[in-house]
């Protein structure tokens, strides 16, 4: 809101506030003083709610702010990872290796079996 709608707002409220009081001092038997009354209230709710809507938004605003500074920084997924594999490379090289068969008799083999035994296994 500008500064002329505060002003505005400022000098209807003070406006509702005078009616709200004289409707409170008019005799009991006319019906309509209720209706009255409670519309003034209504609208002296509104009223109240303009004027003080700029401190409202900016407490909300400084919540939300302080808030979010307290949470917990954001998850960097690739540091996670790279995490994870280091964690893993270094489980993988202290625990026991299985071997499925053992390995080749390598001191009877001849040159020919060696080589033959190298190509097919790492190819070269």
Same mark, same amino acid.
């Given at each position: =809101? $500008?500064n002329?709608?505060l002003?505005a707002?400022d ?6 506030e005078?009616?709200y009081? #004289?409707?409170q ?8 003083k209720q209706?009255?009354?409670a =519309? ?5 709710l509104?009223?109240g709610?303009? *004027? &003080?809507?700029? $401190?409202m938004? &900016?407490n909300a605003r400084?919540?939300?702010i302080?808030k979010?500074?307290k ?9 996670s990872?790279?995490?994870?594999l280091i964690v893993?490379? *270094?489980k993988?090289? #202290?625990?026991?290796?299985d071997? %499925? ?5 390598f001191?009877?083999? #001849?040159?020919?079996?060696?080589? &033959?035994y $190298? %190509?097919d296994n790492?190819?070269?």
């Amino acid at each position: =809101m $500008t500064n002329d709608q505060l002003r505005a707002a400022d000098r209807e409220l003070r406006e509702v506030e005078a009616l709200y009081i #004289s409707a409170q001092q008019a005799p009991d038997g006319d019906p309509r003083k209720q209706q009255a009354i409670a =519309m003034l209230e209504q609208r002296g709710l509104q009223l109240g709610y303009m *004027l &003080n809507a700029r $401190t409202m938004l &900016n407490n909300a605003r400084r919540a939300v702010i302080a808030k979010a500074r307290k949470a917990p920084p954001e998850i960097d997924w690739a540091v996670s990872a790279d995490r994870d594999l280091i964690v893993q490379s *270094l489980k993988g090289a #202290s625990a026991p290796h299985d071997f %499925k068969q053992p390995p080749p008799p390598f001191g009877r083999m #001849s040159d020919a079996e060696f080589r &033959n035994y $190298t %190509k097919d296994n790492y190819g070269f």
